[in-house]
């Protein structure tokens, strides 16, 4: 909260409204009185306390001073003319906001040294809450003493050293001090940010900071700092403005204040310990075979120790030490790098700083280090994007399920700035958070960003301020390399002076390839096409063909942040946006015959598994994405994909991969689990199926069959060896009764390495077959050398219902608008009820009425059209209609028939009287929301030739 200095006026008692002004309502807000538990009696004999405080604007509150006397202490006025140890008294107490008043400045400053002084010779200093635009560093504390204080307000208060006389009287409720205050004036009104050498005794969180009470000793006395408000209890007729639970909860805290300070005069109070600052870290990070590396920051009342030493010991062995020192270049982390390790072994390891141990001191933790890259192995590893930095359960979750690594893709944590200082604190603060810490400190850590690390939301390479979150990045992460030097070199140091982040590791059976899409985009032309911008820049994809050609490892992940398809939303910050070099990433994979590789993003808040069948050459190519581990999740990015296997829309999901190359085939398995270790989904696969195919046969397009009716069925067979082949023979199998001719050649004398060929079939289903889905299989024999090979695949026709017209003989003659290509109007006609038409809305978008019109090739006795509306968002869908035919594509005559679609997304069937016709329009006349737009999911002519 920042406040201006308060008029004249209210040193009188007036009442003034300051920045966040407020009225008081006296006792009207007060909530009911409290019925506290019976507490022993504190043991208090004369003492004096010296106060100043001060009715300021903002609560037009005091109450120190009648707390104090409540409590058996005398009370008098604090003279400023006198300097501390003339005072007369044990106890020196500033009340709340008092540094508004001139008093509280002058005297401070000018009787530093003799607060002092009172201090040392064993007398007690209390500060209350205080503004922080004045004196916000605590000046008159000894060094190592120090305290800082910050805007920041919090309505509760958590105990931390639950034995400490201050505390150990206070009433508890669902672990936090001070509740049912009146919430006009909040409870810790500004607040503690850092300290030096002094305890936290209360807290404004949970975590144990903000710090909401400190103690720190200097001789034989104490000073007390808090943020809290709690001596705020009357108004200027001395009327309580709090409820009685809350004034009781002030009057026991300074009745055990009193007693405290007697403890301190005679020596028994018990000894201040002090709470160190929050440790970054520690954070395991690049672990191979024989080396690892560890990173962590001191807290800032650790960094006069610049040298530390980490020792490291195997279960079995001998251990180690290693020494680095704070990297002031690096926001003051630490980074060791272990090297002599033996693989496969489980390592603990503890940071201490090199010369006197500090008490209370705890830096350790374990990892374990990879498996011989050419020893069978099985591994389980966690993945994850999209995390706050908050406490999370889901980190509990990671440990539980045995992941012995884990690999950050990006928004981990939430950044949204290019300030070098807020980034820093921001990574900082991330690495703080105890459950995060549990998983950092446990096992290696490797990372990426995405849009939010990186500086904002849907930001590319063009970014002004980059530099900064590079420069935070590789401040608090530790992989191997972090992108390249300006030579085009791996860059192994973290230095502001690099490009991009990427990186890659093993890890035993699998090799992640760390790509950075972030960084380069938009900054020079595409290596895959000059005309368009880069994702990666031609240096990391140089290193990437390098990485992968000299890849042994049985799996292989290309993962970044963002997806590897279109997000499909007006954000271009996905691979859909850089196709051009992701297909010629892919198509690399497939050429050099590359086996075992899929493919990671995050960033969407949704969870997916693609499967992308024979892109590079496999039975299968998947695409994982994982996201987002909080709790927001974003339903409509979980759009329609032909390659879709599965998907979710689940907050706090990671994935569990677990890798097997004990057995044969060697498999991988990706289940994506909530925090709460539900299983969402799972693929499973292995490493025959990840691997490039000698051949491929398959079935092309969607087909229905008339019964009755010869239907041409397709089928292509695909040389996808290195080498020639020869006595290729491709044979259809029909279910029984059912009838196949080949009209085009099943049998070739050879393929060249790449070369497809297909074959047409002839298929008639028997007049009375049954409608609905009807098995194919086709098989394809070919001599590679000398041996032969053998290649199937299952297939699947859709026979129609008496009285449909296939989908094949249709086709668009003309549309009103559509958004080309991805709404275009073929998307009413291709049989997948998951696209749609849509008119156009892009650009020059088009009012009612909208209309299509199918052309079914020749003519038709039409008796009824299908309307289907989009299945998934409510855009587009059409209520009022009319339906025409012609023969000729121009002349009319009146609608066939109208009427209006009902809401919903089920599909409405319109007949009308049988008519002869070719063409077949849908006119749009209205929409069911209101709004502009028309289009279609899918739409089915009845009839007959």
């Not at 607060?115 to 190592?144: C, K, N, W």
């Not at 239907?711 to 259809?732: C, E, G, P, Q």
Request: hydrophobic share 40%.
């Amino acid at each position: 909260m920042t406040r201006k200095p308060p008029p004249t006026s209210s040193a009188s008692g007036a009442f003034t409204t300051g920045r966040r002004g407020f009225l008081l309502g006296g006792a009207a807000a007060a909530a009911a009185a409290v019925v506290l538990p019976s507490t022993p009696a504190l043991a208090v004999t004369s003492l004096r306390a010296a106060v100043l405080e001060y009715r300021d604007p903002w609560t037009n509150a005091t109450g120190l001073a009648e707390l104090l006397r409540k409590a058996g202490v005398t009370v008098v006025d604090l003279d400023p003319a006198k300097s501390a140890t003339e005072q007369g008294v044990e106890l020196i107490a500033f009340g709340t906001f008092t540094n508004n008043a001139p008093t509280y400045g002058a005297y401070i400053t000018t009787h530093a040294d003799s607060i002092r002084a009172f201090v040392e010779a064993g007398g007690v200093v209390l500060d209350m809450a205080q503004s922080d635009q004045y004196h916000s560093t605590v000046s008159y504390l000894p060094a190592p003493l120090g305290a800082t204080r910050n805007d920041t307000d919090y309505d509760t208060i958590h105990p931390v050293a639950l034995d400490h006389p201050l505390v150990s009287h206070l009433r508890v409720s669902d672990g936090k001090v001070f509740t049912g205050r009146s919430t006009q004036i909040r409870v810790s009104w500004e607040s503690l940010l850092d300290w030096r050498r002094m305890r936290v005794l209360l807290a404004c969180t949970a975590t144990g900071r903000p710090p909401a009470l400190l103690e720190g000793a200097h001789g034989r006395g104490r000073f007390l700092l808090t943020s809290l408000t709690i001596d705020k209890c009357y108004n200027a007729t001395g009327a309580p403005i709090q409820p009685a639970g809350a004034v009781a909860d002030s009057e026991m805290f300074f009745t055990a204040l009193a007693s405290y300070v007697q403890t301190v005069i005679a020596g028994t109070a018990p000894e201040v310990v002090p709470t160190l600052q929050p440790i970054a870290g520690p954070l395991v990070g690049d672990t191979g075979t024989e080396h690892s590396r560890i990173l962590f920051r001191p807290g800032d009342d650790l960094l006069d120790r610049s040298l530390w030493v980490c020792a490291f010991t195997p279960e079995h062995g001998e251990s180690g030490t290693v020494q680095a020192s704070v990297s002031a270049a690096n926001d003051s982390t630490v980074l060791f790098d272990l090297q002599g390790l033996r693989p496969q072994t489980a390592y603990t390891y503890s940071i201490t700083p090199a010369g006197e141990p500090i008490p209370g001191l705890d830096i350790s933790g374990s990892f374990v280090t990879a498996a011989p890259e050419n020893k069978p192995a099985k591994l389980v590893m966690g993945l994850g994007s999209c995390v706050w930095t908050e406490s999370n359960h889901i980190w509990d979750r990671i440990r539980a399920e045995g992941c012995e690594a884990f690999v950050m893709l990006g928004d981990t944590p939430y950044i949204d700035s290019t300030n070098l200082v807020t980034a820093r604190s921001k990574q900082r603060g991330f690495l703080q958070v105890p459950q995060v810490n549990a998983v950092t400190r446990s096992m290696p850590i490797w990372a990426t960003w995405d849009d939010h690390d990186f500086g904002g939301n849907d930001v590319h390479g063009e970014l002004a301020g980059k530099r900064n979150n590079r420069t935070a990045f590789v401040d608090y992460r530790a992989n191997a390399t972090f992108g390249h030097d300006l030579a085009g070199m791996p860059l192994t140091v973290r230095t502001e002076a690099g490009e991009g982040i990427y990186t890659s590791f093993r890890r035993g059976p699998i090799e992640f390839f760390v790509l950075d899409p972030r960084w380069f985009s938009r900054t020079e032309q595409s290596w895959a096409d000059s005309a368009k911008t880069t994702a990666i820049g031609r240096v990391q994809w140089e290193w990437l063909q390098q990485k992968l050609l000299a890849s042994t490892a049985t799996f292989k992940c290309l993962a970044t942040g963002m997806i590897w398809d279109d997000k499909q939303n007006g954000e271009s910050d996905d691979w859909g946006t850089y196709a051009h070099e992701r297909d010629m990433i892919l198509d690399f994979v497939k050429e050099n015959r590359i086996g075992g590789v899929f493919l990671l993003g995050g960033d969407i808040h949704v969870s997916r598994a693609l499967d992308y069948g024979h892109r590079v050459g496999y039975d299968e190519f998947w695409q994982f994405i994982v996201s987002p581990m909080h709790s927001s999740v974003i339903p409509s990015l979980n759009v329609p994909h032909p390659s879709l296997v599965h998907s979710a829309v689940e907050p706090h999901v990671f994935v569990r991969l677990e890798v097997d190359t004990t057995v044969k085939p060697e498999t991988l398995t990706a289940t994506w689990i909530n925090r709460d270790g539900a299983r969402i989904f799972e693929v499973s696969t292995d490493s025959e199926r990840l691997s490039p195919q000698d051949a491929w046969v398959a079935f092309e397009g969607a087909v229905e069959v008339v019964p009755g009716e010869a239907t041409i069925v397709t089928t292509a067979f695909t040389n996808n060896s290195a080498k020639r082949m020869h006595s290729i023979a491709v044979d259809l199998r029909v279910p029984a009764g059912w009838r196949v001719e080949a009209t085009s050649p099943a049998e070739f004398d050879e393929l060249a390495h790449g070369e497809l060929v297909r074959t047409t079939w002839a298929v008639t289903a028997p007049a009375d077959a049954a409608a609905g889905s009807a098995e194919l299989s086709v098989t394809g024999t070919y001599k590679p050398r000398r041996s032969e090979g053998t290649v199937s695949a299952a297939g699947a026709v859709n026979v129609l219902p008496a009285g449909v017209i296939p989908r094949s003989r249709l086709s668009i003659a003309g549309v009103s608008s559509e958004e080309a290509p991805g709404d275009a109007a073929v998307r009413a006609i291709d049989g997948n009820p998951a696209t749609f038409w849509h008119t156009r809305w892009s650009s020059q978008v088009p009012a009612y009425p909208h209309w299509i019109t199918l052309d079914l090739g020749s003519e038709h006795s039409v008796e009824g059209l299908g309307h289907l509306p989009r299945q998934v968002g409510t855009n587009g869908r059409m209520k009022g209609y009319e339906i025409y035919l012609s023969n000729d594509n121009a002349t009319w005559g009146s609608a066939v028939a109208a009427g209006a679609f009902p809401d919903g997304t089920a599909q409405t069937n319109v007949p009308f009287a049988a008519t002869r016709a070719r063409y077949v329009k849908l006119v749009g006349l209205s929409s069911q929301q209101g709004g502009v737009w028309g289009g279609a999911a899918e739409l089915t002519v009845f009839g007959r030739r």
